[in-house]
């Protein structure tokens, strides 16, 4: 991977097809460097006419870390945000888009498409936002509003548990990857073959980009510091699609269908069997639909 100077952070990208093609940024979630893009996604994007770049956002993988004081209570910050109380923390969503946009600066690129997932959704919905003239069209992966409603907001407590949960050890990478494996059985889609071998496969590859704990700490602050972000997701303009899974243990459905709802029309597509993951069977269609959505626009 390469890396550029943005915002004051190292952030490092890689770059797939034609430089001078139409651009797609992808966007990764909590704690998850660029690499965790399944290669045939950005393989399929980039068959269709696109240039796709991938990065690791800040506090993850080898892009800059924020220095930070002592590691934060995350559970009493959930709380915090579920109660509609103030959640402090080094950084925001709108920072971590900030750096987004730094980056198409950086490649000198105007206009991108923003595809995020998770974390990265809520990133790229400021993007849209904020800066409505740098980007072309927004798809939005098993993502959120911030909406503080206990429908829309909590997944299931065993998921919960899981993306909170610490391996016994962070020395071994193969115990980080069984750790990593554990969590997606639990947030995984249900309705879709697992390749075992496969997935350990692209573990490693996350593993071996490095294992952040305070960072992805950091991040899952800036998301709950961000809070309600509906009255601000009613500004963007960009053509817009909503892909989320009806079995998201995670971020339930009615989280997309809340999105869906507050950002002026969007289209909604609900995967039947699709839980917080990019398992193979999904990867087919999310391409189809990102393509349609980025002709579309």
């Known amino acids: 991977m390469t890396s550029v100077s943005v915002r004051g952070l190292e952030l490092d990208y890689e770059s797939f097809g034609d430089v001078g093609a139409p651009a797609i940024l992808l966007i990764m979630g909590l704690g998850m460097p660029g690499i965790a893009w399944p290669d045939p996604i ?12 991938r990065f690791d956002n800040r506090d993850c993988g080898h892009s800059g870390k924020v220095a930070g004081a002592r590691p934060p209570d995350l559970r009493m910050a959930i709380a915090r945000a579920l109660l509609r109380r103030k959640v402090t923390a080094p950084y925001t969503l ?14 000198g690129i105007g206009r991108a498409h923003l595809v995020g997932v998770s974390m990265g959704g ?12 740098r980007v072309a069209s927004l798809t939005s992966i ?26 016994a050890g ?5 115990a980080l990857v069984e750790h990593y494996v554990r969590v997606f059985g639990v947030i995984g889609s249900p309705g879709f073959a697992v390749d075992g071998e496969l997935l350990r496969q692209n573990l490693r590859r996350i593993v071996n980009r490095g294992f952040h704990p305070a960072g992805t700490a950091r991040q899952l602050l800036a998301i709950l510091a961000s809070g309600d972000r509906r009255p601000l997701l009613h500004r963007i303009v960009a053509p817009t699609l909503i892909v989320h899974g009806s079995d998201d243990p995670l971020v339930p459905v009615a989280a997309g269908r809340d999105t869906a709802m507050n950002i002026p029309g969007s ?31």
């Open 122 to 133: 809520m990133i790229a919905q400021n993007v849209a936002a904020l800066h409505p003239q």
């Open 42 to 53: 950005v393989d399929g994007l980039v068959a269709a006419g696109f240039r796709v770049i």
């Open 142 to 167: 098993m993502s959120s509003t911030g909406n503080p409603s206990v429908r829309v907001t909590m997944g299931k407590p065993r998921a919960l548990r899981a993306i909170l949960s610490r391996p």
């Open 170 to 174: 962070t020395g071994d990478a193969e």
């Open 267 to 297: 289209r909604l597509e609900i995967v039947s069997g699709m839980g917080h993951d990019l398992p193979p069977g999904v990867q087919p269609l999310l391409v189809e639909r990102i393509v349609e959505n980025c002709r579309g626009a």
């Open 94 to 107: 709108d920072d971590m888009a900030a750096d987004a946009v730094g980056l198409l600066d950086a490649l």
